[in-house]
């Protein structure tokens, strides 16, 4: 073998392992990110999963609202507030009141790009709108039966 060939040889066999170091390192790097990412995901799941049980457990213990759902949205932004666990490092949580006032927005942001956000309507968790007993009235009569003459 020939000093050309042997230079040519290693200077191949020195790039092949300089691509193959720098494709593992960029592979770890992208593997990383995507672990953080997933993480902060699961850690954005968490805290919206706990909002249905802490408003249930919160309208349980005190009073809810009156029957004005501009009412209730401090109150329910209040009690998640004071309510969701702790965040994880890296993941921020902020509060806000859509535009017409009947709704809280929570918002969550992570690195790496991660956003997620979610409208709360206190309607949905029965914190405003009509009584319940005046829903069950409301609802038993409109389903009477018509008479046998009105047949």
Known sequence: MNL??????????????????????????????????????????????????????ARAEGPAPSS?????????????????PPLAPGVQRAFSVDPTGEQVQIAFSAEGGVRRQRLLNPAAYGLCGASAADQQSSFSTSLTEPSDAAL
């Not at 954005?44 to 049980?53: D, F, K, R, S, Y």
């Not at 004005?68 to 969701?84: D, I, K, N, Y």
Request: charged residues 10%; contains cysteine; glycine residues 8%.
């Open 68 to 84: 004005s759902c501009r009412t209730a949205v401090p109150w329910l932004q209040a009690q998640l507030e004071t309510g969701l």
């Open 4 to 57: 050309i060939e042997v230079i040519v040889a290693a200077s191949v066999f020195l790039g092949a392992c300089s691509g193959a170091a720098q494709m593992g390192a960029s592979s770890a790097a992208a593997m990383t990110s995507s672990r953080a990412r997933t993480e902060a995901l699961e850690q954005i799941e968490a805290q919206l999963l706990a909002v249905g049980p802490l408003i249930a457990a």
